[in-house]
């Protein structure tokens, strides 16, 4: 009897572990991120029982192997979506033209066809992955390097050159075919490496195409003087720009996730630093209006140092509290609204909006409706401590983009704003 008692008594006390193990575990995946912290506690509650280290991971298995723990596939979809635009695009043309057919039915048949394989192999390849929208993050930045990586290639051999022996441009585009995928394998196994937070993610790969623009203007002040017009000039710039652009995004990603640590980064927050950002180059632009500065050098100085100066401070208003993806979309629609009043009464007034006091009047009332909000929703966070929350459908995105028709088409920036 004496046995059967201590017996009874050692398995209570071990599913008494387990069930506050599971409690502990759900609670750290609420954010879909265990920190080093809760992996430490963690540890501690299963070291008396036989819980497995491999729960602690974020690989697929490990997370089925935990009845009641779902994968985290917030970033499923858009990895499809990305595999069939791949397919649509890239393959769809690229291979029938490395087959040199030439016939458009080839091409539009192969096109859908592409993107129909890219979707059932990407979905079937994913169904027991986990794919957080930072681990997608990390992939399509892996993407776009890869494809990138050719201007380095181009431009240290000369446009000429190549074009001396792939005046077809086949090589060019079988070496595109190969480096996509591959840098979306390198940017998986960083995210591997790194383990970023959603918010992290998105934030460090803020800071890589922030990193890129400052990089290509630092080329157009280096630039802007020279003579392009012959052939060695002209070779010597686009080397430092393709240097400079590529190598931008890739330090700027090791610089901004040395500089996040292990800080916690909500989605809410990424996305409010890239607001900041953004705000910033708005600033700048009216700023710049102002100011009427003849010298294209100081114009690039004093845009990027405003924008940059913005976004810096954007990562300082995130220290000391987590906000969700509501609370930076209503940050955006308070700045929003601030400008429109002072817009409104203008118009209806009949006054004039491109004068210098109008861009001051910009500045001001952005500046102001976007301080007000943040305080009040910062106050209203902390006053009611509820957790950063991941739910919403706001987003910014950033893209270089062409400007103009095909005969004089000029660099631009696209800005999208989602929510």
């Not at 609420?30 to 819980?51: H, K, V, W, Y």
């Not at 009047?361 to 500046?367: E, G, M, P, V």
Request: with cysteine; aromatic share 10%; hydrophobic share 40%.
């Amino acid at each position: 009897m004496r046995y059967l008692w201590v017996f009874v008594c050692t398995v209570g006390l071990l599913q008494g572990q387990q069930s506050l193990y599971d409690k502990a575990f759900e609670e750290a995946m609420r954010d879909s991120f265990i920190t080093g912290d809760e992996r430490a506690l963690l540890n501690i509650i299963s070291a008396d029982s036989n819980t497995t280290q491999s729960s602690l991971t974020h690989e697929p298995a490990s997370a089925k192997s935990l009845p009641g723990v779902q994968l985290n596939q917030a970033g499923r979809w858009r990895l499809i979506y990305s595999t069939m635009a791949l397919g649509n695009g890239l393959y769809g043309v690229g291979v029938p033209y490395l087959m040199k057919s030439e016939d458009p039915k080839i091409y539009g048949g192969f096109q859908l066809v592409a993107a129909a394989g890219g979707f059932y192999f990407s979905y079937n390849m994913t169904r027991d992955m986990d794919i957080p929208l930072g681990r997608v993050s990390f992939i399509e930045k892996g993407e776009s390097l890869g494809f990138t990586s050719f201007f380095i290639l181009h431009s240290m051999i000369g446009g000429e050159r190549w074009m001396n022996f792939d005046p077809d441009l086949r090589f060019a585009l079988t070496y595109i075919m190969l480096s996509t995928p591959t840098g979306a394998f390198l940017g998986n196994r960083l995210y591997n490496h790194w383990k970023p937070s959603d918010g992290q993610a998105i934030l460090i790969n803020a800071g890589s195409f922030l990193s890129t623009l400052n990089g290509v203007a630092l080329h157009r002040i280096l630039t802007s003087s020279l003579d392009l017009e012959t052939e060695t000039a002209f070779n010597n710039s686009y080397r430092a720009l393709s240097l400079l652009a590529w190598g931008g995004s890739v330090g700027g990603m090791f610089y901004s996730h040395s500089r996040l640590g292990d800080n916690s980064v909500s989605t809410g927050d990424a996305y409010l630093v890239q607001g900041t950002a953004l705000l910033g180059a708005y600033v700048a632009i009216q700023a710049l209006t102002i100011a009427e500065m003849e010298s294209e050098r100081a114009n690039i100085v004093v845009g990027m140092s405003i924008m940059n100066a913005f976004a810096f401070q954007g990562v300082k208003l995130i220290e000391d509290v987590d906000f969700s993806e509501g609370d930076a979309a209503i940050m955006a629609l308070g700045t929003a609204a601030a400008n429109g009043i002072w817009r409104g009464l203008s118009i209806m007034m009949d006054a004039e909006l491109s004068s210098d006091a109008a861009s001051t009047l910009d500045i001001a009332t952005s500046l102001a409706g976007f301080y007000t909000t943040y305080r009040s929703v910062k106050t209203r966070r902390l006053k009611s401590g509820e957790p950063s929350g991941s739910g919403g459908f706001w987003r910014i995105k950033a893209s270089p983009t062409l400007l103009g028709d095909f005969e004089r088409m000029t660099p631009g920036i696209s800005l999208q704003l989602k929510f």
